[in-house]
């Protein structure tokens, strides 16, 4: 949970606190590029692109998770979501000192395609893998999860922790975290035992 559904809430929840910093960046990126600041009207409009290109990568994540999900298996498809997770830290974190707000749209677009990604596949791959007696509790997990996200998120961008205008880059590349956890944990878990009797034909591995 804390490497699927909780990518999402997390990447939901963490681009509020820096909201005027990073428009304060648009300005002055601006204003060094072409020597005159834009209005509040286009500023207002690239910080909303900010914001929405996540739903946008986060449609292109779930698009293409039920193709990842069979073509490549439940857990390899988990681990294939942290490299546009991984990328857009990258951006993210690079973006002030580079001097590009487009690298904070790229890097959201990644996230979103990670966040979308995750979110299915955690929900197939749990209730997959569950055992019977326990599978609503381990189908919960997805919700839990975003919930668990939203918090840290929220957490993280209090002032006192990250939520400052010098650590800005570093509070949204926060996805890091998650995603070098399920790298390093992922790969010693079972697939899925559907995804290996119907789409592998595997009956002794299912078993």
Not at 67 to 94: C, D, E, I, T
Not at 113 to 135: D, F, Q, S, W
Not at 160 to 166: D, I, K, T
Not at 174 to 198: E, G, H, K, M, W
């Amino acid at each position: 949970g804390i490497t699927g559904a909780f990518q999402y809430g997390l990447q939901v929840s963490i681009i509020n606190s820096p909201a005027e910093y990073i428009k304060s960046f648009i300005n002055e990126t601006c204003l060094k590029r072409y020597g005159s600041s834009p209005s509040a009207e286009v500023i207002t409009l690239m910080w909303s692109f900010i914001v929405s290109i996540y739903s946008i990568g986060g449609l292109l994540g779930s698009s293409s998770a039920g193709y990842l999900s069979v073509r490549f298996g439940r857990k390899k498809a988990m681990l294939f979501a942290n490299l546009p997770a991984l990328l857009g830290a990258a951006l993210l974190g690079l973006s002030r000192l580079c001097g590009s707000f487009e690298m904070i749209i790229a890097g959201r677009l990644f996230s979103g395609m990670c966040g979308g990604l995750a979110l299915n596949i955690h929900i197939m791959y749990a209730g997959e893998c569950a055992p019977r007696k326990i599978r609503g509790l381990i189908a919960i997990t997805a919700s839990t999860s975003i919930a668990a996200g939203k918090f840290v998120g929220f957490a993280l961008g209090l002032r006192e922790v990250l939520g400052v205008e010098a650590l800005w880059p570093i509070l949204l590349t926060a996805n890091v975290i998650p995603s070098l956890i399920q790298l390093l944990t992922l790969p010693f878990f079972p697939d899925s035992p559907r995804y290996l009797l119907i789409d592998k034909k595997d009956k002794e591995g299912c078993i």
